[in-house]
């Protein structure tokens, strides 16, 4: 089951505006998290993943991310699939993000991975 805060930062990717974007970072996201994405790298801050977010967004007008998987967990540490669809429902890249927990929780880090795992 996915549990609040990811599900928050989920629904951040797909928030229709900054207000509502940026709100629910800060229920989800520590004041000094980061992003690890592999195309743009090391973003720092709350506000800075929320322009990421939203640069997203301006690029990819329509599309949204859905949380594919359970999340596994442990230790501090979790995992779960994502896809992105365009706003026809068609996949357009399917990924992983690992993130790691602050002591109140909410995320830290989140660190994105591209593509599907091999098997």
């Given at each position: 089951?996915?549990?609040?805060?990811?599900?928050?930062?989920?629904?951040?990717?797909?928030?229709?505006?900054?207000?509502?974007?940026?709100a629910l970072l800060?229920?989800?996201?520590?004041?000094?998290?980061?992003?690890?994405?592999?195309?743009?790298?090391?973003?720092?801050?709350?506000?800075?993943?929320?322009?990421?977010?939203?640069?997203?967004?301006?690029?990819f007008a329509g599309?949204?991310?859905?949380?594919?998987?359970?999340?596994?967990?442990?230790?501090?540490?979790?995992?779960?699939?994502?896809?992105?669809?365009?706003?026809?429902?068609?996949?357009?890249?399917?990924?992983?993000?690992?993130?790691?927990?602050?002591?109140?929780?909410?995320?830290?880090?989140?660190?994105?991975?591209?593509?599907?795992?091999?098997?």
């Open positions: 089951m996915i549990d609040e805060l990811i599900a928050a930062y989920d629904r951040a990717w797909n928030a229709p505006d900054a207000d509502t974007r940026i800060r229920s989800c996201l520590t004041e000094d998290a980061e992003l690890v994405d592999p195309q743009a790298g090391r973003i720092r801050g709350r506000e800075a993943i929320s322009a990421r977010i939203g640069g997203f967004a301006d690029r599309a949204r991310v859905t949380i594919t998987s359970e999340v596994d967990e442990h230790n501090g540490f979790a995992r779960y699939s994502w896809t992105i669809t365009d706003r026809d429902d068609q996949p357009i890249l399917r990924g992983l993000d690992v993130i790691e927990r602050a002591d109140d929780q909410r995320l830290r880090r989140v660190i994105m991975f591209f593509g599907e795992l091999s098997t």
